[in-house]
């Protein structure tokens, strides 16, 4: 299957920003409760094809992981963001761009489902470790809720501004 050299290039950039702001986030002291990977990940789902999206949002907590030891492969958090990872980059691209749904619709089932992935994968995680599971699974969704909230404020501006910039460059195949 050929993809666009368009949306190979974007991702290939969306994945460098994913690597990139989490570690600008945490320098500042802001750390992961502002969910500073999501943006790129979901970025790749609004942008991308599919294949490329679904790429970015599974590499990029692996790939951060081996490069910085962000997310941490134990406890097994890096796994869990590669599930959420492809929820929020495969969802977008399927709602958006093949079903035609509005961008902040998308987005709005697209965070709810990965507050729900997140919760499940939590809730199986604790248990396997031994671990209260109801807090650990209320509290990791709790904690992103300021990042949820810049996400449905800013980012369908920001997604629609990025589409009309990219429909300036025409697809190549």
Known sequence: ????????????????????????????????????????????GFLTELPVALAVGFLSPLLSSFLTGMPPLFPPIAFIMMAEGLFLAGLPALLHQKKKLKIWPSLFLTLLVDRAVLLVAVLITAKWLSLPEKVLGLASVVHGLPGIIILLTIFPPLIKELQKRLALFPLAE
């Open 1 to 44: 299957m050929s993809y666009s050299f368009r949306g190979l290039l974007v991702g290939a950039m969306l994945l460098a920003l994913a690597l990139v702001i989490p570690a600008i986030f945490h320098a500042i002291n802001l750390g992961s409760s502002f969910l500073p990977m999501f943006y790129p990940i979901l970025a790749a």
